[in-house]
C-alpha cells in the first residue's frame, strides 16, 4: 500500500512540476501580444495573438464552418489570406491545392495568428450565429428520420435563406469522446425566427447516434450558422425540386418560404424513396399542394412490390422527371441528396435541356 | 560506474555506438527528414539539443527522485513524461524565436517526442550506471551522432536525387539500403573504443 501511495505521489509531483514549466512556458514564450486582424478591408481588429485563425474569429463571433471542430481533416474553414499568413504548412498541404494555396487560400484552423493579418472571407459569414438551442420536439417521421424541433433563444438575431444549413455539436457522450459538428439543412421557415427544425436520420454515426439515442426534449444543444450557397433564387421560372431521404429538409423551407411570400410560381417536388413506409410528411405536403399556387408532391418509388398499397409512381426519380417535365421548359431547379443521385438527376436535366446555371445542388 | 572518461563516451557515442548505426534507433524520422540538408541539419541539432537537456534531467530524476523511493521500475513512464513536456518547450521556444526552422521541420518536431534515440539514451544511461558528467558527454555525444548520420544521408540523398534506381527501390527503400552499407562503414570506428 505504502508503495502505491510512493508511486502516485512522486508521479503527480513530477508531472504536476511539469505541467507548471509548460503553462509558464505557455503564459510568457507563447505570448504574442495583440496584433490587428483585418477582414475583407473593412477597420482592423485588435486581437490576441497565438491562436489559430479559426478560434481568433470564432473569438470575434465571426464563424467559419468546420465540420472536423479544427482538427485539420475536413478542409471547410478554408479563407482567403492576403498578408501576414507565413508559409503553408504541411498540415494544409493535403486538403490545399497547389492553385489555391498560389490564391492565398489556407485552412484557419491551422494557421496561427503571429502578425497583423489582413483576410478575406465571404460576406454572408458575418450572419453566422452560435447559439445554445432547446429541443422542443422530436419525433420519429420514419423509422429511421426524427424530426428535431428547437426554441432558440429570445434576444437571438438569426437569420437564414431557405435551403441553408447549420451545423450541430456532438458533445462527447458515452461511446464517443470526441466532440463533432455536423451539417443539417434547416427544414423549418425562414419566417419563423423563434424556432429551427432538422431531419436527422440514423446512420451510425457520431452526430445522429448522439440525436437519436441521447438527446431529448429539454435539452440544449449547440448550434452555428447559417451556412451554405444552395438556397432559393427570386425569378420568374418554373420550379423543380427533387430530393430523397433527409434531402427534404431543405426543400420543405423553401416551400414555405414560398408559402410564406405568396410566391406565384409554378413548382413540381419529385421525392425518391424505396418503399412506402420511407415516406414522410406528406400530410404537410399535401397542405402545401392547397396552399401554394401551383404546387405539385410527386413521390416515387424504387422498392414498391405488388403487395405494398400503392398507386403513385414508380422508379427512380429520373423517371418521373422523364414523365412530367417539359423539354426546353423554362426551369430552375433545386436538389438536394446522395453524390450519385444528384450527378444522374442532373445528367436527366441536361437532357431535358435545362442549362447548368439553372440547377442547384447539395450534395451530402 | 564504468571507469571510462567521459570524453571517450563522447566520441564513442559519436562514432563507435553512433545511435543510428550501432543501435538502430530514431530510423522513423531518420528516413523521413533525411531528403535535404537544411532540414535534416534542423532536426539534427533539435535532436542534439533535445538530447543534450533530457538526458541531463532524467539523470536528476533517476538519482535524485526515482532512486531515494525506490521508484527505479517508473524509469519508462517518467522518462518519456520529462521528454514529452520538454519537446513541447522546445516547440513554443522554436515557434517563437526560430520560426524558419520551426516551418521547416513541420509536423517532424513533435514526432523528435516519440525517437526512440532520445528515450534510448537515457535507458542507456541507467544500464551503464553513468555518473552526471558521463550521462551529460553520453547525451550530448549521442546528439551528434545522431546529427552526424542524418546529415550524412541527406548529402548522400541529396547526390542520388537524380540517379536512375529501380522504381521500388527509390525513398524509403534505398535509404534503408545505404544506412546499412554505412552502418558497415561505421564498423571500422569499432576498434578504436568500445563502451558497451
Redesign the interface.
Known amino acids: 500500500m505504502e508503495?502505491i501511495l510512493?508511486?502516485v505521489a512522486?508521479?503527480t509531483v513530477?508531472?504536476a512540476i511539469?505541467?507548471l514549466?509548460?503553462s509558464l512556458?505557455?503564459k510568457y514564450?507563447?505570448d504574442?501580444g495583440d496584433v490587428e486582424l483585418t477582414i475583407n478591408a473593412n477597420e482592423p481588429l485588435t486581437v490576441s495573438a497565438g491562436n489559430s485563425l479559426l478560434s481568433t474569429l470564432r473569438d470575434e463571433k465571426i464563424f467559419i464552418p468546420s465540420a472536423c471542430g479544427g482538427k485539420g481533416t475536413c478542409g471547410y474553414c478554408k479563407v482567403k489570406v492576403l498578408e501576414g499568413g507565413?508559409?503553408i504548412?504541411?498540415?494544409e498541404k493535403s486538403l490545399v491545392t497547389a492553385e489555391e494555396a498560389a490564391n492565398g487560400v489556407r485552412l484557419s484552423c491551422q494557421l496561427?495568428v503571429k502578425n497583423n493579418i489582413h483576410i478575406e472571407i465571404p460576406e454572408e459569414l458575418f450572419n453566422v450565429r452560435e447559439f445554445e438551442a432547446e429541443v422542443i420536439g422530436d419525433d420519429h417521421v420514419t423509422k429511421t428520420i426524427k424530426r428535431m424541433r428547437f426554441k432558440l433563444p429570445a434576444d437571438l438575431d438569426f437569420n437564414f435563406k431557405p435551403g441553408q444549413y447549420v451545423q450541430l455539436k456532438a458533445p462527447p457522450y458515452e461511446g464517443s469522446d470526441e466532440e463533432v459538428y455536423r451539417a443539417y439543412s434547416i427544414a423549418s421557415s425562414a419566417g419563423d425566427h423563434g424556432h429551427l427544425e432538422l431531419l436527422i436520420g440514423y446512420t451510425g454515426g457520431i452526430a445522429t447516434t448522439y440525436v437519436h439515442q441521447h438527446l431529448k426534449q429539454g435539452d440544449t444543444v449547440d448550434i452555428n450558422g447559417p451556412y451554405g450557397d444552395f438556397y432559393y433564387q427570386d425569378g420568374d421560372s418554373d420550379i423543380l425540386l427533387v430530393a430523397a431521404g433527409t434531402g427534404m429538409a431543405p426543400i420543405i423551407s423553401i416551400l414555405h418560404h414560398m408559402r410564406d411570400n405568396n410566391i406565384q410560381r409554378k413548382a413540381r417536388f419529385f421525392f425518391g424513396a424505396k418503399t412506402p413506409d420511407d415516406l414522410f410528411m406528406t400530410d404537410e405536403l399535401k397542405q402545401f399542394e392547397k396552399d401554394l399556387y401551383d404546387f405539385k408532391y410527386l413521390p416515387t418509388l424504387s422498392r414498391v412490390t405488388d403487395d405494398m398499397a400503392w398507386d403513385g409512381d414508380r422508379g427512380r426519380v429520373n423517371v418521373s422527371i422523364e414523365k412530367y417535365v417539359e423539354d426546353g421548359g423554362n426551369y430552375t431547379a433545386y436538389l438536394c441528396g446522395s453524390p450519385q443521385m444528384i450527378d444522374s438527376i442532373v445528367e436527366s436535366l441536361h437532357q431535358k435541356h435545362i442549362p447548368d446555371e439553372a440547377i442547384f445542388f447539395d450534395k451530402f | 560506474m564504468p571507469n571510462i572518461h567521459p570524453l571517450v563516451i563522447f566520441f564513442a557515442s559519436i562514432f563507435t555506438s553512433n545511435m543510428v548505426f550501432s543501435n538502430f534507433l530514431g530510423m522513423c524520422s531518420f528516413i523521413s527528414v533525411s531528403k535535404e540538408i537544411p532540414t535534416a541539419a534542423g532536426l539534427g541539432i533539435a535532436v542534439t539539443f533535445v538530447l543534450s537537456i533530457t538526458t541531463v534531467l532524467n539523470y536528476l530524476v533517476y538519482h535524485y527522485i526515482m532512486v531515494p523511493f525506490g521508484l527505479e521500475y517508473l524509469q519508462y513512464i517518467v522518462f518519456i513524461l520529462v521528454i514529452a513536456a520538454f519537446v513541447q518547450l522546445l516547440e513554443m521556444i522554436m515557434e517563437r524565436y526560430m520560426e524558419q526552422l520551426y516551418y521547416a521541420l513541420g509536423i517532424f518536431l513533435p514526432l523528435i517526442t516519440v525517437n526512440c534515440a532520445i528515450l534510448g539514451v537515457s535507458l542507456f544511461m541507467v544500464i551503464r550506471n553513468y555518473t552526471f558528467m558521463q550521462s551529460l558527454f553520453f547525451g550530448v555525444g549521442s546528439g551528434l551522432g545522431w546529427l552526424l548520420a542524418i546529415l550524412s544521408m541527406a548529402g548522400i540523398r541529396s547526390r542520388i536525387k537524380e540517379a536512375n534506381l529501380p522504381a521500388g527501390l527509390r525513398g524509403p527503400g534505398i535509404t534503408l539500403i545505404i544506412t546499412g552499407i554505412m552502418a558497415m562503414a561505421f564498423i571500422g570506428f569499432s576498434g578504436i573504443v568500445q563502451i558497451s
Open positions: 508503495t510512493i508511486t512522486v508521479i513530477i508531472a511539469l505541467a514549466l509548460l512556458a505557455d514564450i507563447a504574442y507565413g508559409p504548412l504541411a498540415t496561427k
